[in-house]
């Protein structure tokens, strides 16, 4: 009986440190805290780099902003741009969508709403299933340990399998990717995502071109020791955009203050346009 136990114990540790079950996992409960998402509230702010050949930047564009979420929406209210506040006529245009969003949720029918959450369930179904082509699409492999913000992690590179055929058109994509993760232990999630292009990846009928060798580093942090969310988000990269534009850019976000919801709210319609507000 103790030998099959302990027998029964290495074949689960073998299959928890197998690198494809490590990715499956992590993929599965990366999706998992997207849908609790939907229960905080956050500020982030871009910078948007626009590059000359050499890689310095030609112009920055900034922008801050906090994301509120009216009955399972996610709206987003620009605070900043240019790292000054918005003039008084843009804060006005920002309250008026809020309110023109509340008004229209809190005149749904009951029907309305309930396909209204079936379609955006679809809608982020569907964005986020060529992740599930990773484990098969790859040749993963464990590199090792290491630690990320304290936290143990294991460390899993991957490149496409020759031959690899993927199944929907985001994952053929993926074909032209390599990179690594950084899983968090104790959680599955992933700590920390860098990739990096192989190829050239072409979408839109052809009109957007990413060339090699453009670059992406995700990284997500726990929050409340009940969800990982985002924290930083680096993209690099040049491309031909239509048939004469050639752009080179470096985009950043950082995510912060995330707040979760302590009481159920009710969406109310604010004051008619023009009407006062108090």
Known sequence: MRRALLLLLAVAAARAQDPR?????????????????????????????????????????EEKWETLIFDGEFHRRILERDGHPLSAAEQRRQEQKLDDLARKLSAETPEEKQRRVADAEKRRKHDFEFLSEIPDLFDLKLEGDAVVDGRPVWVV????RPGARAKSRDAKMLLKVRGRMWI????YQWAKVEAETTGVISWGLFL??????????????????????????????????????????????DWSNYRKFTVESKVLPGPPAGGARR
């Open 208 to 253: 957007a071109r990413l060339n090699p060798g453009a670059r992406m580093v995700f990284e997500q942090e726990e929050v409340n020791s009940a969800i990982w969310l985002p924290k930083h988000l680096l993209l690099s990269g040049s491309g031909r955009l239509g048939l004469l534009k050639r752009l080179a850019e470096q985009d950043e976000i």
């Open 21 to 61: 079950e490590l990715v499956r996992r992590s993929i599965e409960q990366d999706q998992f805290d997207w849908v609790r998402m939907k229960d905080y509230t956050w500020q982030a702010r871009s910078v948007a780099q626009r590059l000359d050949g050499k890689g310095k930047a030609q112009s920055t564009k």
């Open 157 to 160: 590179s991957g490149a496409p």
């Open 184 to 187: 968090d232990k104790a959680t």
